[in-house]
């Protein structure tokens, strides 16, 4: 059982590149969720999915965008990465409203 | 809006002794949830333990147990007998009744001496 899986890694980019992190997960949760940590800041929401096709904001969505064509994927892409975006992204998901939240491993994410 | 607040950036624990982590929150809501995450080296974000507000009964899981005080808006975890492998950066989160953000709190890390 993979559970929840997040790709790549660790990257590092450049500023200015478009860079897309993946997230996958095998249980068929409807919901799933994007979020950064950084020092002093815990986890923030920066975006989240509540079906496929139906995203909305969280705390700190500038600068990103997210689709949600199948359910069980949730990419989060950067579209001209800038050095405050250098951070961990961590991916999640849940089977509703109620139900607890379950992470992915995370990306370490290096904007140059 | 909620707020989640971690007063103590670290802590430290002599294998197999208790210590407590503290949480407080800021809601004006009466229906939520509260957790407690773990985040070892790996950075793994691991769920320790969960509370809803509606349940007077504090959440227990083996070694984790909580002091869930509704009125004055705190949310603190006793680990029991501790051990090596205790060691993390845990988190407190809140989460309202009916939405799925969940606020984090700052994180303790927490370090166990042999």
């Known amino acids: 059982d993979a559970g929840i899986t997040q790709s790549p890694r660790y990257k590092i980019t450049e500023t200015g590149r478009q860079v897309t992190l993946m997230c996958h997960q095998t249980w068929s949760h409807s919901y799933m969720f994007w979020y950064r940590q950084d020092l002093g800041h815990g986890l923030r929401l920066i975006y989240y999915s509540a079906a496929a096709d139906i995203t909305d904001k969280g705390e700190v969505p500038d600068g990103y965008v997210v689709s949600r064509s199948k359910t069980e994927n949730f990419p989060l892409t950067l579209e001209s990465a800038t050095r405050s975006q250098t951070s961990v992204y961590f991916c999640a998901s849940g089977m509703d409203e109620v139900e607890t939240q379950y992470f992915g491993p995370g990306t370490r994410l290096l904007v140059l | 809006a909620q707020t989640v607040t971690q007063s103590q950036p670290e802590m430290s624990v002599q294998e197999a002794e208790t210590v407590t982590l503290s949480c407080t929150y800021d809601t004006s809501e009466s229906d939520y949830y509260l957790f407690w995450y773990k985040q070892p080296p790996s950075r793994q974000m691991i769920l320790v333990i969960r509370q809803e507000a509606y349940k007077q009964q504090n959440a227990t899981e083996n070694r984790f147990s909580v002091n869930f005080q509704k009125a004055a808006k705190s949310f603190s975890l006793k680990i029991s007998d501790s051990q090596l492998g205790d060691a993390a950066m845990y988190f407190c989160?809140?989460?309202?009744?009916?939405?799925?953000?969940?606020?984090f709190g700052q994180g303790t890390r927490l370090t166990i001496n042999p």
């Open positions: 989160a809140y989460r309202s009744k009916g939405a799925q953000k969940l606020v």
